[in-house]
């Protein structure tokens, strides 16, 4: 069903699909052929139900076919996918996770979209290390097994890229909210605290900063103020119960809650003390916010309170035609729990309080529906979370009022989708 829609816009920058709309619904022909009928299922003659199917009249697979599971194949198209144009090369790049084909909060392994700056590293953990320097009393050095020899911790976090919405800054591009925010994953870490290692070597009284670091191409380094590091940083080995795939940092990661990807250094290898911030690439020309005096905002970790309507969505068009129909979606905020989503169906005119479900972390993505009757008449379908702080997710148009056009990174605005009467959905603006 999602045949046409499962690629980005294509493969040029695509400004037709910059679309403006009026907020008033537009009177178009009554009725679509096509979208009203009911579903097939449980018609006279079904063949679903008539006909000895062959998983029914043969003996399946063996116990020994499948010794590391995969998703049926049925499922195959449910896949990371990412946006040729983007970026110049594959190793330098990004894919995104299928927001719009997953339920519930956790993010499979298989599925947490991927940003390497130098490709993924495969590490023999024998050979990994971990080294701490700098501002401490007693440099180490840890083995992996040194490192598992901490107390260890089980957390859900969300993992935001600061880019995730980026192209979204200047008008809708992107059709689909695996591409326009699918930067992000949430998984449950398993590892140990970050404070616990530091205070195994001792940080002198004149630490207050710290550089981690990568062991892959990019050798990756982002400063990190101590207080963070102390609060909540871990140094993770499992996802979602499993060593880290090699993709997301595998042996070790640093997770740093709530704050941008670019942070969460994977295959970490050494982190430095210092007194001060090291103003490294990834602080400076990247991963800073271009405002329209041409200053630049610095040190902008906290990944604001955002949402966005996962079905439906570009990539999941509303295919059942009018009646009962689920709306679900994600929300998020780096500051701490959600405590409430709103759902427009208007545009924005008027709101409900969408339904929370499953289970509710801090600096963890929330799961919520909006279970409602649909007509049949386009809708301009819009998300609002509001976290625990009362930090509310603003309008695209308020972020450029404050922030202007030129940035690509922490764009949490109001996504709008477009479902027209066939129940197509669109990523469009209101104006
Ligand atoms: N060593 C290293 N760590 C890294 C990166 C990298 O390229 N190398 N990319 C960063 C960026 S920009 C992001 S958004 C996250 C992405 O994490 P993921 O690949 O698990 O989604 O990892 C961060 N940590
Ligand atoms: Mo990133």
């Given at each position: 069903?999602?045949k046409?829609?499962e690629?980005p816009?294509?493969?040029v ?5 910059r679309r ?29 139900i ?12 063996g ?9 049926s ?28 084909k997953?339920?519930?909060i ?16 495969e ?10 320097n ?28 600061a880019?995730?919405s ?12 695996q ?5 992000v994953?949430n998984?449950?870490?398993?590892g ?23 062991a892959?191409?990019?050798?990756m ?37 709530g ?5 969460w250094i ?31 905002r ?15 969505s ?18 998020w ?32 993505v ?7 009757e649909?007509n ?13 702080f009362?930090?509310?997710?603003p309008?695209?148009n308020?972020?450029r009022?404050?922030r ?8 949490n ?8 009467e ?5 990523n469009?603006?209101?104006?």
């Amino acid at each position: 069903m999602d045949k046409p829609s499962e690629s980005p816009s294509g493969p040029v920058l695509n400004l037709s699909r910059r679309r403006l709309l009026k907020g008033a619904a537009t009177a178009g022909s009554a009725a679509v052929a096509g979208t009203l009928a009911p579903a097939a299922a449980g018609a006279a003659g079904d063949p679903a139900i008539t006909e000895i199917q062959d998983w029914n009249r043969y003996l399946g697979d063996g116990v020994d076919a499948r010794p590391y599971g995969s998703p049926s194949q049925h499922e195959a198209h449910v896949i990371r996918r990412n946006v040729p144009w983007l970026t110049a090369d594959p190793v330098s790049s990004v894919n995104f996770t299928p927001l719009h084909k997953l339920d519930g909060i956790i993010t499979p392994n298989g599925l947490c979209f991927e940003r390497h700056h130098g490709g993924i590293a495969e590490i023999d953990p024998a050979a990994h290390r971990l080294m701490i320097n700098g501002l401490v009393e007693r440099p180490l050095v840890f083995a992996m097994e040194d490192i598992k020899r901490f107390p260890r911790y089980n957390h859900v976090y969300f993992l935001e890229c600061a880019a995730n919405s980026g192209m979204e800054w200047r008008g809708a591009q992107l059709n689909g909210c695996q591409f326009t925010h699918g930067m992000v994953h949430n998984v449950m870490y398993t590892g140990v605290k970050l404070g616990d290692i530091l205070n195994e070597a001792g940080l002198k009284p004149s630490a207050k900063w710290l550089l981690p670091e990568g062991a892959d191409a990019s050798a990756m380094t982002r400063s990190v103020p101590l207080e963070k590091a102390l609060d909540d940083c871990l140094v993770a080995f499992c996802m979602n119960g499993e060593a880290l795939r090699p993709e997301q940092g595998y042996p070790l990661r640093l997770v740093v809650p709530g704050w941008e990807g670019n942070m969460w250094i994977k295959w970490l290898r050494r982190i430095e003390v210092g007194d001060q911030p090291w103003h490294h690439r990834e602080e400076t020309s990247k991963y800073t916010d271009l405002l329209a005096d041409g200053s630049a905002r610095r040190f902008t970790w906290t990944m604001d309170v955002k949402s966005v309507i996962t079905n439906p969505s570009p990539q999941a068009p509303l295919d059942h035609g009018r009646g009962q129909t689920v709306l679900t979606g994600l929300a998020w905020s780096g500051h701490g729990r959600i405590s409430r989503v709103d759902v427009s169906v208007d545009g924005g005119r008027n709101w409900q309080t969408a339904r929370l479900d499953g289970p509710s972390y801090s600096k963890s993505v929330h799961r919520f529906y909006h279970d409602f009757e649909w007509n049949g008449s386009e809708l301009f379908l819009q998300s609002r979370a509001i976290d625990e702080f009362g930090n509310v997710q603003p309008t695209k148009n308020a972020l450029r009022k404050a922030r202007g056009e030129n940035s690509i990174y922490h764009n949490n605005g109001i996504q709008t989708w477009h479902i027209g009467e066939d129940g197509s959905a669109e990523n469009v603006e209101i104006s």
